[in-house]
Nanobody, 127 residues
Framework: QVQLVESGGGLVQAGGSLRLSCAAS????????MGWFRQPPGKAREFAAA????????YYADSVKGRFTISRDNAKNTVYLQMNSLKPEDTAVYYC????????????????????WGQGTQVTVSS
């Protein structure tokens, strides 16, 4: 069983940047798809971004496209989410998650596809 630990959250002003990290332990995440989800206050968890091992393809929610970048460092067993031009509506708890790498693209936008989840890190963007 893999353990996922997020870090890098915090308070930032609108227009600022943060980089979230998700460190995995227990086994390699090299052959898995990794995703970032977020849960705004009082709302349901939603997809933000994902990266596939097999194709190195990246997927983004429309709300973050062009501002967020997902990447991975297999040697460090870590996945990142670089978040630029942050907006108050990006305020949420951000979670990283792991999924098998053999599904079709559209399934990676859905949280049930993911088997393992971190505990989350809070991101707050002030206006």
């Amino acid at each position: 069983q893999v353990q996922l630990v997020e870090s890098g959250g915090g308070l930032v002003q609108a227009g600022g940047s943060l980089r979230l990290s998700c460190a995995a332990s227990g086994r390699t995440i090299r052959t898995y798809t990794m995703g970032w989800f977020r849960q705004p206050p009082g709302k349901a968890r939603e997809f933000a971004a994902a990266i596939r091992w097999s194709t190195d393809s990246t997927y983004y929610a429309d709300s973050v496209k062009g501002r967020f970048t997902i990447s991975r460092d297999n040697a460090k067993n870590t996945v990142y989410l670089q978040m630029n031009s942050l907006k108050p509506e990006d305020t949420a708890v951000y979670y990283c998650a792991e999924a098998p790498d053999y599904y079709s693209e559209k399934t990676y936008y859905e949280s049930p596809t993911y088997n393992s989840w971190g505990q989350g890190t809070q991101v707050t963007v002030s206006s």
